[in-house]
């Protein structure tokens, strides 16, 4: 009791106790997750010159942005053509607020214009651009915004198209940005002589070389504090994003070599000819062998479920699969042959028919479109009657007088691409067109007129010409896919599992040895990358996993990928900032060691003129003629811009001290000095000097305002996915 009574007197003490016990909990997670001090950070996905990039702006222009790229576009891509994107306009923007740069109305109606100028839906009867239809177009979009309206086919609303006159604008001004930054580069006439100097200012000179491969590299030391100090002189050079380094045994679900001699025992069924009970109908049912079967779509199609559809259309050897194509082109009609592999497929093809069929043809038509055939427009009102009748009206006009053909091709025609050239199609060759259009213009005979329905509409065809006859067979072909079966399937799981759970225990290569699996190291990989090398692209989730904070170095995972497993571990965690000496080392070795031998070779030479360094390094005395500064090449030596750097500022006749080059050490004497010719103007070549410095800016100046801005990417925090 007496304890109780004193805890009761000092209640408030023990509560405030409590109460600064759990505001130090809560404080201490805040500071292990600085992130969860400021609600900006969870808002921002990145911040550029000072402006924040949000999260819920960024993730809607990356869902447009999809849109624009197709369902083939991966995420990551999609992602990272928006980053670029901001960057580059954030970046802009910041020497536009610089320089007060805006895009004016007038300017803006004439880029909208030019963007839009062969936009149909803007166009008039004329085919020229109509002002008013385009701010119609965007009145209707404000009118039914949040609905979307259609651009081109594809959905648009009101908020896309400001987006879009915005990006407009942007493009407007950076056109701007650019002109200023090269009307500020001129060319002068000093810079012009100097160019001409650097291109005709010729010397000959003489030299030895004593090359750093006269010193073999495992007689060179370099220690790690050497390579240290190296990345510390170039720290810009070695500045490295945070990156992982993994390895991976993958496990792919491919047939087995009993699942292959399964397929090809059912294609062999179908060749012979079996008996099989239905089960819808619990009966026996007879199924025909291949070579006695009359309707091959039915039984190709349907009684074999082929894995590719029956094709009706003649072919010529060179469309066989080349492995068979001799022996199939020999068959007989009726003939099967087969089982055999092609690809990923097992076939079983049967000779149905043999023909002398031209190699190519020449037609003219006209096509008479109706009401939901693919080449329909809009205005297209007519049924498919309305049409059939139509292009038999046309058809006995053409019978009866055969010249009217180029004129009711222009009065009726629907097929753009034909119509100037009379309606025709010069030579082309076999299975150019559609089925049906190629059945007629090749099974036919030259002369022959009718009508044929297409998924385009009728076409009235003349056969104009046929040429080079040729034999060509019709094929039935019963197709299966190599695939593994459930039960290969379930042994690859079970292997993947169990390599998965032992790799934890034991060593990883030890264990893949053991078991004869190839191990894929992979290094380098970067927060926002996707492609895993040997797997493909679309792998975010192993990514994100070496990057999670959980992930230690060592730990092992399986990861589901197409067609199988892969078992992975994490090997190496490499932070942001400067290279390690380990990782640098294969960059950092030649050059070191490149330095070393220099020290070397010069310490080693006493002499001090050509032919005695010559004679003390084993080696001859070389010339070079006509060397210039435009392009620092020596004949038998290769580039060598400090060697000719150093010969340009000797006097004819003098010699130079050891010179350190790419390829080794040398000593040059210049033999002779060739100045260029004086001219009276050099105009020219200042123009010349104007025009490179005019396309620096295209290439470089973006990447010089990039690298001098304050970028903060939050993109690997914010949007891993």
Excluded: C
């Excluded at 197709?70 to 607020?97: I, L, S």
């Excluded at 493009?171 to 810079?191: F, P, R, W």
């Excluded at 291109?199 to 004593?210: F, N, S, W």
């Excluded at 009966?283 to 894995?307: C, M, R, W």
Aim: charged letters at 30%.
């Amino acid at each position: 009791m007496a304890v109780l009574n004193k805890i009761r007197q000092r209640s408030l003490f023990l509560i405030l106790i409590i109460a600064l016990a759990l505001f130090s909990f809560v404080l201490a997670d805040l500071f292990r997750n600085s992130d969860a001090l400021s609600a900006r950070s969870q808002d921002t996905i990145a911040t550029i010159n000072g402006k924040d990039v949000k999260r819920d702006d960024f993730l809607q222009k990356v869902e447009n942005m999809q849109r624009q790229m197709g369902p083939n576009a991966t995420n990551t891509q999609v992602m990272n053509r928006v980053w670029d994107q901001e960057v580059r306009q954030a970046v802009y923007a910041n020497e536009y607020e610089k320089l007060g740069l805006t895009v004016e109305k007038d300017q803006m109606r004439d880029l909208i214009k030019q963007y839009l100028s062969s936009t149909p839906e803007f166009l008039n009867e004329a085919g020229v651009f109509d002002e008013n239809k385009l701010n119609e177009f965007i009145a209707n979009l404000k009118e039914i915004d949040p609905q979307p309206g259609f651009l081109n086919g594809q959905p648009l609303r009101y908020s896309d198209w400001l987006n879009y006159e915005k990006s407009i604008a942007n493009s407007g001004l950076q056109t701007n940005y650019n002109n200023l930054i090269k009307a500020g580069l001129v060319g002068t006439l000093t810079e012009g002589e100097l160019a001409h100097k650097l291109e005709g200012d010729k010397v000959d000179l003489k030299y030895v070389q004593v090359p750093y491969s006269s010193i073999a590299d495992s007689t060179i030391t370099v220690s790690k504090s050497d390579i240290s100090n190296y990345i510390n002189s170039h720290k810009k050079e070695f500045e490295v994003e945070a990156s992982r380094d993994l390895k991976y045994v993958e496990f792919k679900e491919v047939a087995s070599v009993k699942d292959e001699n399964d397929i090809k025992a059912i294609l062999s069924k179908y060749k012979k000819g079996f008996t099989e009970r239905n089960e819808r109908t619990n009966k026996n049912e007879t199924i025909l062998p291949f070579s006695q079967v009359k309707d091959h779509e039915n039984y190709v199609n349907v009684v074999a479920g082929s894995d590719t559809n029956f094709d009706k259309r003649f072919v010529f050897k060179s469309s066989l699969p080349k492995s068979v194509a001799d022996t199939l082109y020999k068959l007989d009609a009726g003939a099967v042959y087969g089982p055999y592999r092609d690809g990923d497929l097992f076939k079983l093809t049967k000779i149905v028919e043999v023909k002398q069929i031209p190699d190519s043809a020449k037609v003219r038509h006209i096509l008479i479109p109706f009401k939901g055939a693919r080449s329909a427009t809009p205005e297209i009102t007519q049924t498919e009657n309305e049409a059939k009748t139509t292009a038999d009206s046309l058809l006995k006009v053409i019978k009866a007088d055969k010249s009217k053909f180029p004129e009711l091709v222009k009065a009726f025609s629907s097929d753009k691409g034909s119509v100037e050239k009379e309606g025709r199609y010069d030579w082309h060759p076999y299975n150019t067109m559609v089925p049906e259009f190629n059945e007629f213009e090749f099974e036919g005979k030259v002369g022959d007129l009718g009508i044929v329905k297409t998924i385009f509409g009728f076409h009235i065809i003349e056969i104009e010409g046929q040429k080079d006859k040729k034999k060509a067979v019709k094929v039935a072909t019963i197709s299966r896919k190599i695939e593994p079966s459930e039960e290969t399937i379930n042994k690859i799981f079970r292997d993947a599992s169990n390599f998965e759970i032992s790799a934890k225990d034991k060593d990883f290569e030890t264990l893949a040895k053991e078991s004869n699996y190839n191990i894929r190291p992979v290094n380098g990989i970067k927060a926002l990358d996707e492609t895993i090398p040997g797997i493909g692209n679309q792998q975010r989730p192993i990514v994100r996993w070496t990057f999670e904070e959980d992930a230690k170095v060592g730990d092992v995972k399986r990861f589901t990928i197409p067609n199988g497993y892969a078992i992975v571990q994490l090997v190496k965690k490499h932070k942001k900032g400067l290279m390690t000496p380990e990782d640098a080392s294969a960059t950092v070795l030649p050059k070191l060691r490149k330095e070393f031998k220099a020290k070397q070779i010069k310490e080693r030479i006493k002499a001090s003129n050509l032919q005695d360094v010559a004679t003390a390094e084993k080696t001859t005395v070389r010339t070079a003629s006509a060397v210039n500064m435009k392009n620092p090449t020596i004949s038998g030596a290769g580039r060598e811009p400090l060697v000719v750097g150093t010969a340009f500022a000797l006097k004819e006749g003098e010699t130079s001290k050891l010179i350190a080059g790419e390829k080794g050490v040398y000593i040059v004497e210049v033999t002779k000095i060739t100045p260029a010719v004086a001219l009276d103007n050099y105009q020219s070549f200042a123009n010349q000097v104007e025009r490179q410095k005019a396309g620096t800016v295209t290439t470089k100046l973006y990447n010089a305002l990039k690298e001098a801005s304050d970028i903060e990417d939050n993109r690997a925090k914010l949007l891993i996915q």
